[in-house]
Nanobody
Framework: QVQLMESGGGLVQPGGSLSLSCAAS????????MGWYRQAPGPQRELVAL???????NYADSVKGRFTISRDNAKNTVDLQMNGLKPEDTAVYYC?????????WGQGTQVTVSS
């Protein structure tokens, strides 16, 4: 089973930037698509950005124009570049590998946007 591990979270001031990376222990082509999700305190996990195996991307309206998802098939990584960060972007960010009926999750990385 391919394992996912996120890195790159931290504390940043409003307006700042962070880059998150998701490293897979095997080929990311074992997934139909890769997504970045976030979960603020509470039960709901929100899809932030998605990239298919063919490179098609999709973003939540709240992050369009600020966040960019990309994948490196040779390195088996999926990155999320976050610019213009706002306090409401504060959350635990998770990498998700999509298969037909299930999503495989990483352990998450905390992003805090605060002055």
């Amino acid at each position: 089973q391919v394992q996912l591990m996120e890195s790159g979270g931290g504390l940043v001031q409003p307006g700042g930037s962070l880059s998150l990376s998701c490293a897979a222990s095997g080929s990311i082509f074992s997934f139909n698509a890769m997504g970045w999700y976030r979960q603020a305190p509470g039960p709901q996990r929100e899809l932030v950005a998605l990239i298919t195996s063919g490179g098609i991307t999709n973003y939540a309206d709240s992050v369009k124009g600020r966040f960019t998802i990309s994948r490196d098939n040779a390195k088996n990584t999926v990155d999320l570049q976050m610019n213009g960060l706002k306090p409401e972007d504060t959350a635990v960010y998770y990498c998700g590998g999509h298969r037909l009926f299930a999503i495989s999750w990483g352990q998450g990385t905390q992003v805090t946007v605060s002055s």
